[in-house]
Nanobody, 118 residues
Framework: VQLQAFGGGLVQAGDSLRLSCAASGRIVSINDMGWYRQAPGNQRDLVASITRGGSTKYADSVKGRFTISRDNPQSTVYLQMNSLKPEDTAVYYC?????????????WGQGTLVTVSS
């Protein structure tokens, strides 16, 4: 099973960016999916999460600017980031609790760098 994240890049403050993360492999279903971020010298923090049923949770710092969504048939989670700020600069990681044939395992994607210049 793999989680592959796409969509990072260098943007200016106020711009928008959309991240996507697709799960592949022998997946039965996916429970929670989410995005975390880690800036240099900081811990990895939750940005947003979404349940299989579509309930969402956001960090206070991104509420009103970021939107998480998912496509269950495509095993993909998205993060639409609007009104980006320099403090949003970080490596963004996707995360998913994946039900396999047997165990349920939490996986991490490889990370995608988002850099917001002022």
């Amino acid at each position: 099973v793999q989680l592959q994240a796409f969509g990072g890049g260098l943007v200016q403050a106020g711009d928008s960016l959309r991240l996507s993360c697709a799960a592949s492999g022998r997946i039965v279903s996916i429970n929670d999916m989410g995005w975390y971020r880690q800036a240099p010298g900081n811990q990895r923090d939750l940005v947003a999460s979404i349940t299989r049923g579509g309930s969402t949770k956001y960090a206070d710092s991104v509420k009103g600017r970021f939107t998480i969504s998912r496509d269950n048939p495509q095993s993909t989670v998205y993060l639409q980031m609007n009104s980006l700020k320099p403090e949003d600069t970080a490596v963004y990681y996707c995360n998913a609790e994946i039900v396999l044939v047997g165990p349920t395992v939490r996986y991490w994607g490889q990370g995608t760098l988002v850099t917001v210049s002022s």
